[in-house]
């Protein structure tokens, strides 16, 4: 039996489970009916070109883990934040873990999906935002369907979150292989501003594939800032659909750190609804061995006087491939814009590849838009000369890597992530930090 | 101190240096002059351990031992320090992390300690007047958008910071109005003692006005065809190279 198959009998089966009464239920029936129109997408389709599913869907995936599994905490505290204080809405294998979390209702909900959509308080939210921007395809379709639990957030008007909000979804390897659907909800009221973490973690080698769905919306003037951090096994796969409604003067920063994992597909997408938006995509990657990491992203500017900055870097080791995909669409209506796109990647190794493909569709007349890609190798000259002032080879490399990636990391505003992420750049690269940037 | 004896050296088979002998001692400066192409900047670039060039024949002694299998930051170890024609600009990178870097990974390679911070600040501070360098110019991104005279005084600070056994200055005088020129001299000279050495690299005599060499060597066609006293820069400067192709026929 094919995974699509065995998701499609599954979906039965689940679906006795849920109420008909449920306000989503007439969405998930029409999101399965999707998928099994189209089913998982080829290299066929052009935007997945560079990206092959075929080997990860060979395997046989639990599509729910048979029971529920724990975890220690001293086994998985390294993957929280410690200076600071956090939020944390943590997931084993796809089920909330009351343990390990720390959610709130005071002033703020930080909790979960499962409750936001089974109790009635919460059904005018659901109704008004559920499944309302995630763009409609195959693999969001698919999530849609089986949408159960994942992180639910609401931040009323006037709020400053003053803590971040750690979501993390660990897998522990109980099962063979498994797949992981969760589904975030992020409501951000006007003049509210959060910052927010996403991490997904496998704890053994046993294979693990996720598709997330994340749907941000941000009102008039709300502040979002989140980071991706991406730095799983090498039996962990992630493919990711983050969908951002922007209302106006609205800012949204979206910053993904490549580092780990299988393959990773990362589908970024801003829709800007409001006058004097603005999105930031930035994205630090840096790859070995086979792994791959695709980052598709689309900015579509609806309203006029907006900005988008896009900024990818890649470092590429080894057998390791790297796609960006970048797509800025610009509306008649969208006048005045200032957008801007970048994405430079440096081959470290003969053998790592990249394909970089820059889109711009624009409908207006008086914009402003630039963008850039680049694809080089480390530059010799510059090796010679830090080289020449006695700073040996593996570590001048490594300050020039540190030094091409270095504006992206300055993008990000939370002390202690910061420093980390500089840790598993500096892991990565495989230097002992002599020297901060 | 130095001992290049016979020196050939080739890039992409194309033979650049055709057998230089030189010697430097402690407590000298040489300046070595020549027309462009006479290959200048590519014995500045084997000495310090450039890997594009090949050399095919003869030795580069330092303080009596071979260098010439030794990578550009074991040079740099032992006291080699080039001062770039054109440096390199490394954005993202400070020029007081760079210096850092730079002194205190010496420093390890020497089975050393990092300087303490408070040491190095002063250092920097001292350096930094000497070449009447802005302090806000040091936390800039290293040669990013400086100009051309900036560049240079830029490379006599690294210069002043690292404290090299031999200094070579691969025409450091271009570029540079003669205000930059007689800080930049002035910061050199400053550095100078009996126990360094520094050779300059210079098309015009300019220089010379300021660092005045003990020693000159004219470099034509990948060799040392002519070598005198300060006096043999002025010649050049007033007669041109001909006459002494004329002198070689």
């Given at each position: 039996m094919s995974l699509k198959e065995k998701l499609l009998s599954s979906y039965l089966a689940f679906e006795d489970h849920l109420g008909i009464d449920s306000p989503v239920h007439d969405l998930r029936a029409h999101a399965i009916k999707n998928f099994e129109d189209h089913g998982f997408p080829t290299k066929k389709e052009e935007s997945w070109k560079y990206t092959s599913l075929n080997s990860l869907l060979k395997k046989d995936y639990s599509i729910f883990p048979n029971k529920e599994n724990t975890l220690e905490l001293k086994d998985v505290k390294k993957y929280f934040l410690h200076d600071v204080d956090t939020y944390k809405v943590v997931f084993v294998d796809g089920v909330y873990s009351s343990f390990l979390s720390e959610t709130t209702h005071d002033g703020i909900d930080v909790c979960l999906l499962s409750a936001a959509l089974s109790k009635d308080k919460y059904k005018p939210v659901i109704e008004a935002y559920f499944n309302q921007v995630a763009k409609e395809s195959s693999l969001t379709s698919l999530n849609t369907a089986f949408a159960k639990e994942g992180a639910y957030l609401y931040i009323p008007k006037h709020t400053e979150v003053e803590k971040p909000i750690e979501i993390i979804n660990f897998a522990t390897g109980n099962e063979a292989a498994i797949l992981l659907q969760p589904r975030n909800l992020i409501v951000v009221e006007e003049n509210a501003h959060v910052q927010i973490i996403e991490r997904h973690q496998s704890l053994s080698d046993n294979a693990v594939l996720t598709n997330s769905v994340t749907e941000i919306f941000a009102?008039?003037?709300?502040?979002?800032?989140?980071?991706?951090?991406?730095?799983?096994?090498?039996?962990?796969?992630?493919?990711?659909?983050?969908h951002i409604k922007q209302e106006r003067d609205s800012i949204c920063k979206v910053h993904t750190f490549s580092f780990g994992g299988k393959l990773t597909r990362n589908n970024l997408n801003f829709y800007q609804y409001g006058e004097h938006c603005d999105s930031v995509l930035n994205g630090i990657t840096i790859l070995e061995g086979k792994q791959h990491v695709d980052h598709n992203t689309l900015v579509h500017h609806i309203a006029p006087n907006c900005e988008s900055h896009q900024d990818y870097k890649g470092i590429f080791d080894d057998n390791s491939t790297g796609v960006f995909n970048g797509k800025v669409?610009?509306?008649?209506e969208?006048?005045?814009?200032?957008?801007?796109?970048?994405?430079?990647?440096?081959?470290?190794?003969?053998?790592?590849?990249?394909?970089?493909?820059?889109?711009?569709?624009?409908?207006?007349?008086?914009?402003?838009?630039?963008?850039?890609?680049?694809?080089?190798?480390?530059?010799?000259?510059?090796?010679?000369?830090?080289?020449?002032?006695?700073i040996a080879k593996k570590e001048a490399r490594a300050l020039l890597m540190y030094?091409?990636?270095?504006?992206?990391?300055?993008?990000?505003k939370i002390p202690e992530l910061k420093q980390r992420i500089n840790k598993l750049i500096a892991h990565k690269i495989g230097v002992n930090l002599g020297f901060n940037l | 101190m130095l001992q290049i004896k016979n020196l050939h050296a080739s890039v992409e088979e194309k033979d650049i240096l055709k057998g230089i002998d030189l010697e430097v001692n402690p407590g000298e400066v040489h300046a070595i002059m020549g027309p462009n192409g006479s290959g200048k900047s590519t014995l500045a670039a084997v000495v310090s351990g450039k890997e594009e060039f090949e050399i095919t024949d003869g030795d580069v002694?330092?303080?009596?031992?071979?260098?010439?299998?030794?990578?550009?930051?074991?040079?740099?170890?032992?006291?080699?320090?080039l001062?770039?024609?054109?440096?390199?600009?490394?954005?993202?990178?400070?020029?007081?992390?760079?210096?850092?870097?730079?002194?205190?990974?010496?420093?390890k390679a020497k089975g050393q300690e990092d300087m303490p911070a408070g040491e190095m600040l002063k250092k920097i501070k001292e350096k930094a007047d000497l070449l009447e360098i802005d302090r806000k110019f040091l936390s800039r991104s290293l040669n990013e958008g400086f100009s051309g005279?900036?560049?240079?005084?830029?490379?006599?600070?690294?210069?002043?910071?690292?404290?090299?056994?031999?200094?070579?200055l691969d025409e450091t005088d271009s570029g540079l109005?003669?205000?930059?020129?007689?800080?930049?001299?002035?910061?050199?000279?400053?550095?100078?003692?009996?126990?360094?050495?520094?050779?300059?690299?210079?098309?015009?005599?300019?220089?010379?006005?300021?660092?005045?060499?003990?020693?000159?060597?004219?470099?034509m066609d990948g060799k040392i065809v002519k070598s005198g006293t300060k006096e043999l820069a002025y010649e050049l400067e007033e007669k041109g190279y001909d006459w002494i192709k004329e002198e070689l026929v």
């Open positions: 009102e008039k003037r709300a502040f979002v800032d989140y980071y991706k951090i991406q730095n799983d096994r090498e039996s962990a796969s992630l493919i990711d659909h983050t669409y610009v509306e008649k969208a006048q005045k814009l200032d957008a801007f796109q970048q994405n430079n990647n440096i081959l470290i190794s003969d053998k790592a590849t990249c394909n970089s493909k820059p889109q711009l569709e624009i409908f207006a007349d008086d914009v402003k838009c630039s963008h850039g890609c680049t694809i080089g190798q480390l530059d010799e000259e510059a090796l010679f000369y830090l080289r020449s002032r006695g030094a091409f990636a270095n504006n992206v990391l300055e993008g990000v | 002694l330092m303080e009596g031992e071979d260098i010439s299998e030794l990578d550009p930051e074991e040079r740099a170890h032992k006291g080699i320090f001062s770039f024609q054109y440096p390199v600009e490394i954005p993202g990178v400070t020029v007081t992390n760079f210096i850092k870097t730079a002194i205190n990974e010496t420093r005279g900036e560049k240079k005084r830029n490379e006599i600070f690294q210069m002043a910071m690292m404290e090299p056994k031999l200094a070579i109005d003669i205000d930059a020129l007689k800080i930049v001299a002035n910061g050199v000279n400053k550095l100078k003692s009996d126990d360094n050495a520094v050779i300059v690299i210079t098309h015009y005599q300019r220089l010379l006005d300021y660092i005045v060499p003990d020693y000159v060597h004219v470099l």
